[in-house]
């Protein structure tokens, strides 16, 4: 443990462990997503991972990168709304998902396709799949839009209006028929709000669409895993049984041919830089 307790120790734990490399990361199924792009991206660097259980404990590690007082590591975390809000501060040590967090990746037809077939108990069209899961994405997003961008601007003055820890909230449905924003209760959720720290100012054009790229992504893999179910259950019959772990270990090993060509040149981009 004496070599991380100052920054030279963190600078040389690479040659005690024998990697070219620490990563330090926010959770174990971070470990999985950032290993994947290392492995596809940098296959010539031998990389260490470490958890740290939160961006909020990432956060000594990256001052000390940023003012130059570590080296020999990088820090991998989610965007959050940083960019949206703030803006990234370039430092080619501190990687960044493309959008909130890695689970955006995988918000796509080919993902979609790709689960939906999975737990299939027979084949269905892909092409059939990919344009319903667009179809689906649009209806989603003419609300899912507005509704995130009230939610980045009011997250940047106080507390957010989605509560992203319910991947449910303001959505309307069930497990049977699928998930659509409750236009109603956002309403009411705003109408509530009154005085109550009014949502910043914020210049999205830059951005363009922000949905679902930078909508929580615990809430949209949630989306995504139950529409394959529903659409499933539709077309060929009862979802066979997956676990969420094994259906990420099927998009991981996947990755380059289910993400948008967008999110694969920016995520090549970061890691070429390292």
């Known amino acids: ?7 030279a120790g963190v600078s040389n734990y690479k040659h005690f462990l024998g990697v070219d490399l620490v990563a330090y990361v926010e959770g174990k ?3 999985a997503y950032w290993e994947t792009l290392f492995v596809r991206f940098r296959p010539d660097l031998k990389v260490r991972y470490e ?3 939160g961006v909020e404990n990432l956060a000594d590690i990256i001052d000390a990168v940023i003012l130059g007082r570590i080296s020999n590591v990088v820090v991998c975390r989610d965007a959050d709304y940083v960019p949206l809000i ?8 501190i990687l ?3 959008g909130y967090s890695f689970e955006n990746d995988f918000i796509t037809p080919e993902a979609a396709a790709t689960v939906a077939r999975l737990i299939a108990p027979e084949q269905i069209d892909e092409t059939f799949l990919q344009r319903a899961f667009r179809r689906y994405l649009a209806k989603l997003s003419k609300l899912g839009e507005w509704l995130l961008r009230l939610d980045v601007g009011f997250s940047a003055t106080g507390e957010g ?3 992203r820890t319910n991947p449910r909230d303001l959505m309307t449905g069930d497990d049977r028929r699928g998930y659509d924003f409750s236009e109603n209760d956002a309403r009411a959720r705003l109408a509530g709000r009154g ?10 054009d830059q951005h363009g669409s922000i949905y679902p790229r930078y909508f929580c992504g615990h809430s949209m893999l949630f989306v995504l ?3 394959c179910r529903v659409i499933v259950q539709r077309r060929a019959g009862r979802p066979q049984n997956a676990s969420n772990g094994v259906i990420m270990h099927h998009l991981f090993s996947h990755y380059e041919r289910l993400v948008a060509t967008s999110t694969r040149e920016f995520m090549a981009r970061q890691l070429a830089a390292v």
């Open 29 to 31: 199924t971070d470990v």
């Open 96 to 98: 960044r998902t493309h």
């Open 225 to 227: 895993f139950n529409w």
């Open 86 to 93: 703030a803006g990234w501060t370039t430092n080619n040590r």
């Open 51 to 53: 958890k740290k259980e």
């Open 1 to 7: 443990m004496s070599f991380r307790r100052s920054d």
């Open 195 to 204: 005085q109550q720290n009014a949502a910043a100012a914020i210049d999205f």
């Open 161 to 163: 209006l989605i509560v």
